[in-house]
């Protein structure tokens, strides 16, 4: 053989050896991971999926999805927060287990030390883990609740995040201090932080006592403690020095992300990037107030954008593009008035926040919890659109066998394998069933498989002990999302059979406890 031919031979075994974009070869890659969660951000909401440019422009999520895969059936597992970030770290559907509905200021840590979940798996296959924004999981011990003043533990360092910075529960709720990993950032011993329901002294301006003094009014609940001109759900006292702004919640999210990014750069990492836009009480950055056509929630959405671009320019510039999974998703579909009078109802104009679907927030229809879902991975993932179903709940078992790390039998019970469609592989497929679920506890599902959809509605839980009245049955109802995505039409008397087995399908997962195959 020629010195030539046999450099030529050399130099093809050494770029057969080299993953190819796009094929088998890179399942086996070690990619940091960054979870973008934007919070009550519909399916119609951004550029790329509908929204006009004179509504709103979100240039950063739009690039997002022109570079990487856009998927049209991409879920998030509950309509509302507590629920669905339960599932996305547990991958177990928040409804199987008691408790996990909304949680409120002073909510113990809903997922325990000892739990199986994401960031625990990753840490396994030697990932250095962060969850930085909203957390609204709870803090402390069960039955205790969170020690403000004290060590704030359980919490996410006891269920696999190496650090974290957050805002311990959602900002409509009190207290409105950071969290740094087991700390109250900035608290003075002096000042000490107290957090009740009742209403500390009789004296304590509230939303009802100095509702003029507001500089966003409420327009249900919310009207107990006032901070920054805006009261909110729930009491507290004290920590003043610890208290941030509304305004700069999304900067202090950048901040810290780009100071952790910058630290980890030589690890593999997984970073949890919990948005708080847009949820209530929307308070954008002054240089976002009037981005967009539509108030404060289109401006919040403005702003969410802005922090989607500081990420990508944050990985860029640390030269992590080619070898980072970006997965950016929405914790539960869009509401207009939740709580305060920001204009969303008033300044909507033709923006349709769950695009062609009905329902948004705390609904099991379509727009309850199909939302936005991009995954970006430039060099592995080619640009396209994808009409697989893929769910939040679906993260911790795809990177987990992605990354060869062995999920017991007994944990992650409803999270599937649907890496290969997260990549866009070809002729990879995503979830043949999926089950749609509210806030918990009242009994409402949602069950898709295929172009069928199946609405179950209640009995919930009864609240107190049986009465001798058995529950009502509950109500099932049929649709054709292909023809009928806004779920108008109940098509149960034409299609018998598909409803049928459909009930019986859906009934079949939640008897067994778990939709996860013990291999899968
Ligand atoms: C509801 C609140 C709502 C919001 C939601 C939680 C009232 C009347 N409504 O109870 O404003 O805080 O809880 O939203 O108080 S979530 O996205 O964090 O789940
Ligand atoms: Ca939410």
Request: proline share 7%.
């Amino acid at each position: 053989m020629s010195t030539l031919s046999r450099i030529a031979v050399v130099l093809l075994a050494f770029f057969a050896s080299l993953p190819a974009a796009g094929s088998e070869d890179d399942l086996g890659m070690k990619p940091n991971v960054v979870v973008i969660m934007a919070d009550d951000l519909g399916y119609g909401d951004v550029g790329c999926y509908g929204a006009t440019p004179e509504n709103l422009k979100t240039p950063h999520i739009d690039r997002l999805a022109k570079e990487g895969l856009r998927f049209t059936s991409g879920y998030c597992s509950a309509s509302t927060c507590t629920p669905t970030r339960y599932s996305f770290l547990t991958g177990t559907y928040a409804f199987r287990v008691k408790g996990t509905g909304i949680a409120g200021p002073n909510a113990p840590a809903l997922i325990l030390p000892g739990t199986v979940t994401l960031p625990a798996l990753l840490q396994q296959a030697g990932y250095k883990t962060a969850v930085i924004g909203k957390w609204h999981l709870g803090l402390g011990a069960p039955g205790k609740g969170p020690d403000w003043n004290g060590e704030l533990k359980p919490g996410p360092l006891e269920i696999g995040f190496d650090y974290c910075f957050l805002l311990p529960t959602t900002n409509d709720r009190v207290p409105q201090v950071y969290v740094e990993n087991h700390r109250v950032v900035n608290l003075d011993p002096a000042d000490p932080l107290w957090v009740g329901h009742k209403k500390p002294s009789e004296d304590h301006p509230t939303g009802i006592t100095h509702r003029d003094s507001l500089k966003m009014d409420w327009s249900h609940g919310h009207n107990s403690t006032i901070h920054n001109g805006i009261s909110r759900i729930g009491f507290y006292t004290g920590g003043h020095a610890a208290r941030f702004r509304d305004e700069d919640l999304a900067d202090k999210w950048v901040e810290k992300s780009e100071e952790w990014i910058k630290q980890h750069k030589d690890d593999a990492f997984f970073l949890f990037f919990a948005s708080h836009d847009l949820h209530v009480p929307r308070m954008p950055h002054e240089r976002f107030q009037g981005k967009s056509r539509m108030g404060y929630r289109g401006d919040a959405i403005v702003q969410l954008d802005w922090c989607v671009g500081e990420l990508v320019r944050i990985l860029k510039q640390q030269g992590l593009e080619d070898n980072t999974l970006i997965v950016f998703c929405s914790d539960n579909g869009p509401v207009l008035d939740d709580g305060y009078q920001d204009g969303a109802v008033q300044q909507l104009g033709d923006h349709q926040p769950a695009g062609p679907y009905s329902g948004g927030k705390y609904k099991i229809l379509e727009g309850g919890t199909r939302t936005p879902f991009i995954t970006w991975w430039p060099g592995t993932i080619t640009p396209g659109v994808s009409d697989e179903v893929v769910c939040t709940i679906d993260l911790a078992t795809s990177l987990a066998n992605h990354l060869g790390v062995e999920i017991p039998e007994d944990a992650c019970l409803d999270s599937l394998d649907v890496m290969a469609a997260l990549l866009g592989r070809q002729g990879a497929q995503g979830r043949s069933q999926l089950m749609e679920q509210d806030n918990g506890a009242r009994g409402n599902y949602g069950y898709r498989a295929g172009k069928w959809k199946l609405q179950r509605h209640g009995p919930g839980q009864p609240k107190k002990k049986a009465t001798s009245s058995p529950p009502a049955p509950p109500r099932f109802s049929l649709y054709d999302l292909e023809t009928d995505p806004a779920e108008k039409r109940n098509v149960a008397q034409q299609h018998p059979q598909v409803f049928e087995r459909m009930k019986a399908e859906l009934q079949q997962l939640l008897d067994d406890g778990r939709s996860r195959l013990a291999r899968q």
